[in-house]
Structures are given as C-alpha cells and as structure tokens.
C-alpha cells in the first residue's frame, strides 16, 4: 500500500513537472506582447562632427511597426558638442524635421520621439539621412545604414 501511494505522488509531481514545463515551452516560443505578430524595422545610424565641430559623435535609432497601429519612434544621442553647452540645436532626418533640443553641461543632446504620444516622426527608408544644425549650420550627419526587420 505504502509503495502504491508513493508511485502515485511521484506519478503526480512528474505530471505537474511536465505541465508546468510544457507551459513555460510553449510561453518561449510565444510572440512578445509588445511586438505582437506584427513586422518591425529597426535602424541605426551613426553621426559624425563636421568642419565646425570635428568631435562631435552620435547615434540615431528608427524603430517602425510596419501594421496595426503604423508606430514610429525616432531617438537620437549626440555627444561632444562643448562649444554649443546651453544652446539649442535642430535634428533632421529624411530631410525633415524632427525636432530642437538644447545641448547640456557636458557637451550631450539628446532628443526622442514617438507617434505613440502624439509626437510627429515621418516614413523613414535606408540610407535616410541625419542632420543636426545650429542656427543654419551644419553640425553633424550622417545616414541610417545598419537595417534588421524583425518578424513578430
């Protein structure tokens, strides 16, 4: 009697076991909820001073839900921009504009937007360009080159 009851509570763990991780399996392989099964293009780019402003570095980052909702987001990182503390500088990319930030104490600016607040970031493509400009002038650019499309 006593091993009957053993091999039962052992027959159950083993079945509690295999469903708890046939669930945690199936959980893996599941979509994220965030992307969903819809197809996402995301894009970076580097930026790169000019004449005015050789230090200056940057990266830009396009993210795009290509259904559903037609999300968009647009982030961009500029650093080295010293002679420009406490002014503001315009980000293009695509030959429109994104927006104005101010660069800060040490030199970074960094601006983010996305249509999921109401925020206007246009159709971007490969090979989009990237522009930050002060008063006119060029400060840095670049271009988005490297493209990963993610099937949700």
Known sequence: MRRFRLLVIVASVAATAVAVGGSAASAARAPSPSIGTHPIVHMRGRVVGRSAYPAARGVAKYDAL?????????????????????????????????????????????????????????????????RV????????????????????
Do not use: E, M
């Open 66 to 130: 290509l259904s559903g909702s037609h999300r968009r987001s647009f982030v961009i990182n500029v650093w080295n921009l010293t002679k420009l503390k406490g002014k503001h500088v315009t980000v293009f990319a695509g030959g429109q504009r994104i927006g104005r930030t101010r660069v800060g104490d040490r030199g970074g600016a960094h601006l983010a937007r996305d249509t999921a607040r109401g925020q206007i970031v246009p159709n971007l493509s490969p090979g989009a360009t990237i």
């Open 133 to 152: 400009r002060h008063h006119g002038g060029l400060v840095a650019s670049g271009r988005f080159t490297h493209v990963t499309h993610i099937l949700g």
